[in-house]
């Protein structure tokens, strides 16, 4: 089963990848938010705050409406019921995103952990694994929580 998830997930991202450059993004973006509906249920509670800053990260990185960013998530949503590990969405970022996009990822991740007033130890956690499969410093990884903590 748990291989079966895994090339579901593989060969929709996959398929995607490559066609044009329209395909390209779409993958891109649909990975971004599957790392963001991670970090919404990572502590597993998941908040109308959380689905909000979700939604925002995603009109945010993306410049997306409001409409575009819910249909990504719910789609995200879909994609990581499916998905067997975050590896494959992370691969994707790590390969497709400069250093500063990244960066900006792990910031979003940031929002959307505090989105509920609180930061779990699930989601601490979750942010760093992220931050290090998509090889972004533990010195960026702090600076990020902090901007996102001043801001709050």
Known sequence: MFNSMKQFFETRIQ?????????????????????????????????DEERRAVDDVL???????????????????????NAACL?????????????????RVVEMLWRVAFADQSKDHHEEYLVRKIADLIHVSHEEFIKARHRVEQQR
């Open 59 to 81: 009109r945010t990185l993306f410049s997306i409406s409001d409409e575009e960013a819910k249909s990504l998530a719910r789609l995200a949503e879909a994609e990581v019921d």
């Open 15 to 47: 398929t995607a990848m490559g066609e044009d450059a329209e395909s390209d993004e779409q993958a891109l973006r649909l990975a971004t938010a599957a790392l963001m509906i991670e970090m919404m249920r990572a502590d597993f509670e998941v908040t």
């Open 87 to 103: 590896f494959s969405f992370t691969r994707l970022v790590d390969q497709s995103f400069t250093q500063p996009q990244k960066q």
